[in-house]
């Protein structure tokens, strides 16, 4: 026997669930609504079932009430979540050890290298001394001693306006060096004469050296003007 209303007085009388032409005025259905509101507010959920059961009434038709009274199903709580556990916190990471400058370079295939002007000019006049004692081969030891190639060095030395040594200038150079007296003695009027012989061909030499340039830069200008 399940509780049941009919006439709008609670009976006692059977009803099963899928009874039909049963009436229920909008009373009995508040009062079965609200059956279920406070089964779900005690209990969470099961109000419908409940209802069911104790009113003999359909889910379904349970269901249509519910929904047409604008009362939502009630869902089961969600199981509050357990806190995580904190992270322990990472080990700070050593600072890397700062690396030592690498010392500059100046090679002759190093890109972005700038001279000064004081350094070009060291290379120019290493680049002129060298070939006043030895005849020619400056550009050469020039660019073994500062590490720059010939290439930059013939630009530097023709941007100055040094010309390279004349064959000829060189021979004469050379002959200078090479020369030695044709008598030695060993007193010393002898030393002081032979000493005046290489004076005098050191003259020589340097006066065959200037009418060699001078005669090569009358060509010179003939050739240009030439062009």
Avoid: C
Avoid at 58 to 87: C, E
């Amino acid at each position: 026997m399940v509780a049941s209303y009919a006439g709008g007085v609670m009976s006692t009388k059977s009803k099963k669930a899928g009874s039909t032409g049963v009436r229920y005025s909008d009373a009995q259905k508040q009062d079965v609504i609200k059956f279920i509101t406070d089964y779900n507010t005690k209990n969470g959920r099961g109000g419908q079932s409940a209802a069911a059961k104790k009113f003999g009434i359909t889910q379904l038709t349970l269901s249509a009430w519910l929904k047409k009274a604008g009362v939502k199903k009630s869902k089961a709580p969600k199981a509050a979540k357990a806190p995580k556990a904190a992270k322990a916190p990472k080990a700070a990471k050593a600072p890397k050890a700062a690396k030592a400058p690498k010392a500059a370079k100046k090679s002759a295939s190093s890109k972005g290298v700038r001279y000064s002007p004081e350094e070009k000019q060291s290379v120019i006049d290493f680049v002129n001394d060298w070939n006043a004692k030895k005849g020619r081969g400056g550009q050469s030891r020039a660019a073994a001693k500062f590490k720059i190639s010939v290439l930059t060095v013939s630009s530097w030395l023709k941007k100055a306006g040094v010309k390279a040594p004349k064959k000829g200038a060189v021979q004469a150079v050379q002959a200078a060096k090479v020369a030695k007296p044709t008598v030695v003695s060993s007193g010393l009027g002898s030393k002081v004469s032979s000493l005046l012989q290489v004076s005098d061909q050191i003259r020589k030499a340097e006066s065959d050296l200037q009418q060699l340039r001078a005669k090569y830069d009358s060509l010179a200008a003939s050739v240009r003007a030439s062009l």
